[in-house]
Antibody, heavy 118, light 112 residues
Framework: QLQLQESGPGLVKPSETLSLTCTVSGGSISSSAYHWGWVRQPPGKGLEWIGSIYFTGTTYYKPSLKSRVTISIDTSKNQFSLKVSSVTAADTAVYYC??????????WGQGTLVTVTS | QSALTQPPSASGSPGQSVTISCTGTSSDIGGYIYVSWYQQHPGKAPKLIIYEVNKRPSGVPDRFSGSKSGNTASLTVSGLQAEDEADYYCSSHAVTDSAYVLFGGGTKVTVL
């Protein structure tokens, strides 16, 4: 049974960099069938796709976030990571990691709340 | 890249059907078969219920069905049940200068 688990600080100061890691268990992150992505949801609002990565390191980002977002992958640890730079209160959200196939997210982590506050 | 357009709310009585629309452009819904729908209950992670316009993952009841016409996709929930009360989101593969995924704004379905 595939499981994804997000981890990282729950509080980040404005202008700093948000960093999260997703640990995948029950399956290999090196599978050629999937991409590994990040989705966020501000409190009380809708879902926003952030970006995804293939096991080769090829990345795809939402255009409006591309300048601030970096997604990386560590196949030796079966993990992938998200960094969002220069955060503001608008980046406060529940952040989900997910396994994607043909632009569908079929497996999700439980989500982790990240609050941007001084 | 604006979000896909969904109605904010929809409702129906138990046993009835409800249909949710999701409108995009030729750069997303209209151009690709990679349209998905997700169900999200409060405080829970989203759950994939439809992929590639009209395919259901294993374990999703056949009460859930999807379709697409032009730049608009639709999700129909037939035989509404109390547990179907949730938020529903559409998403689509999109390409402008690069490939990405767009979500709709979400529709709250209420079972009356």
């Amino acid at each position: 049974q595939l499981q994804l688990q997000e981890s990282g600080p729950g509080l980040v100061k404005p202008s700093e960099t948000l960093s999260l890691t997703c640990t995948v268990s029950g399956g290999s992150i090196s599978s050629s069938a999937y991409h590994w992505g990040w989705v966020r949801q501000p409190p009380g609002k809708g879902l926003e796709w952030i970006g995804s990565i293939y096991f080769t390191g090829t990345t795809y980002y939402k255009p409006s976030l591309k300048s601030r977002v970096t997604i990386s992958i560590d196949t030796s640890k079966n993990q992938f990571s998200l960094k969002v730079s220069s955060v503001t209160a608008a980046d406060t959200a529940v952040y989900y990691c997910a396994r994607e196939e043909k632009s569908s997210a079929s497996s999700w982590g439980q989500g982790t709340l990240v609050t941007v506050t001084s | 890249q604006s979000a896909l357009t969904q109605p904010p709310s929809a409702s129906g009585s138990p046993g009835q059907s409800v249909t949710i629309s999701c409108t995009g452009t030729s750069s997303d819904i209209g151009g690709y078969i990679y349209v998905s729908w997700y169900q999200q209950h409060p405080g829970k992670a989203p759950k994939l219920i439809i992929y590639e316009v009209n395919k259901r993952p294993s374990g999703v009841p056949d009460r859930f069905s999807g379709s697409k016409s032009g730049n608009t996709a639709s999700l129909t929930v037939s035989g509404l049940q109390a547990e179907d009360e949730a938020d529903y989101y559409c998403s689509s593969h999109a390409v402008t200068d690069s490939a990405y995924v767009l979500f709709g704004g979400g529709t709250k379905v209420t079972v009356l």
